[in-house]
């Protein structure tokens, strides 16, 4: 039998593909919000081959390429569908059930991280999810069952979502002012936080996915020669690898801050950390004095396709028949 999970994002489109005793994945820069990528993403699923079973969250409805929020979803439904024409399709909505159909529209909107959770609580009962992405950064508190709200709305307002990953996000948002430099950063895209952590070894190249600000490549020197842009100089004039060390203790507080809260709201002692942004949750939980397993520890860098492995592993342990506690056994 061949399953697939699929994590439909704005920026990234993430897949796992489980076949016997074969697992493949891979997660594809694929910005939605590019209108004329709309019309190719039924040709990259179908680049995967036929499927006995498809497995599908998505975040990319809240593309402005879209009309409205049901109209993303419901794009993403027919294309996924069109795709896999003679698969049998499976949606995981916000409530965490599992579908053949996205509707209504709404639930199935930014569900990713409902996947990620359900698969969890296979084997823990008590614990705070972070995933932290290219982009955002979800925390999801689980106390027997999931205490986070549905919409990314109310998940705004509750800080169980923070826009901010480790990747994408713009440099200034992340860095108000720096004390190195003594000076505020300008708000203008010049540089992303994936630049100053390229600065800093704890992101390679090929994790720095998006296209950089002023469209050079991601060298040492030419991340260097964005974040000089924040201040209005060159490179040579002020220290950029301070700047960038700035920039990722600053990143580390926000994520700290946050789960922090969430830990105390929810009496929770444990972080389950995902994403490629896994090592900010790791040092953010350390910081606060939470304990932080990853989930990079027992699956390697399937982590950073986590709710497409979740999808995929949930919708085999349907057609199986049985729990698969076994798979992650170690998180109890």
Request: proline share 2%; charged share 25%.
């Amino acid at each position: 039998m061949k399953i697939i999970g699929l994590d439909i994002g704005g920026a990234n489109t993430k897949y796992v593909l489980l076949e016997n005793d074969s697992i493949c994945y891979k997660s594809v820069y694929f910005p939605l919000w590019k209108k004329e990528n709309c019309s190719k993403l039924k040709d990259l699923l179908k680049s995967l081959g036929r499927a006995d079973v498809v497995c599908t969250v998505m975040t990319a409805e809240i593309c402005d390429t879209f009309s409205s929020i049901e109209y993303g979803v419901k794009f993403v439904e027919k294309t996924v569908k069109s795709a896999f024409p003679t698969s049998l399709h499976l949606f995981f909505n916000c409530k965490g059930e599992l579908r053949s159909s996205a509707e209504p529209a709404r639930d199935f909107a930014a569900a990713n991280w409902v996947a990620s959770a359900k698969y969890l609580m296979k084997c823990m009962d008590d614990f705070l999810l972070v995933d932290m992405g290219s982009t955002t950064t979800d925390l999801i508190p689980v106390k027997g069952e999931i205490k986070a709200v549905s919409s990314d709305l109310e998940r705004l307002r509750r800080g169980e979502l923070l826009y901010v990953g480790v990747v994408r996000t713009p440099l200034f948002y992340v860095l108000n002012y720096s004390k190195t430099v003594k000076a505020k950063l300008v708000p203008e895209y010049y540089a992303l936080i994936g630049d100053a952590l390229l600065i800093t070894n704890d992101l390679s190249v090929e994790k720095y996915v998006c296209e950089t600000p002023d469209g050079r490549g991601k060298s040492y020197e030419e991340c260097c020669q964005r974040i000089a842009r924040e201040f209005c100089c060159d490179r040579e004039e002020i220290d950029c690898k301070a700047v960038a060390e700035e920039a990722k203790e600053e990143l580390i507080k926000v994520v700290g801050s946050a789960i922090e809260w969430q830990a105390v709201k929810w009496n929770i002692n444990t972080v389950v950390a995902c994403g490629v942004g896994d090592f900010i949750v790791r040092s953010a939980a350390k910081r606060v004095g939470i304990d932080c397993l990853l989930v990079r520890d027992e699956i390697g860098d399937l982590s950073d396709v986590f709710p497409a492995y979740s999808c995929a592993m949930l919708a085999k342990a349907l057609m199986d028949g049985y729990e698969r506690n076994s798979s992650c056994k170690s998180w109890r």
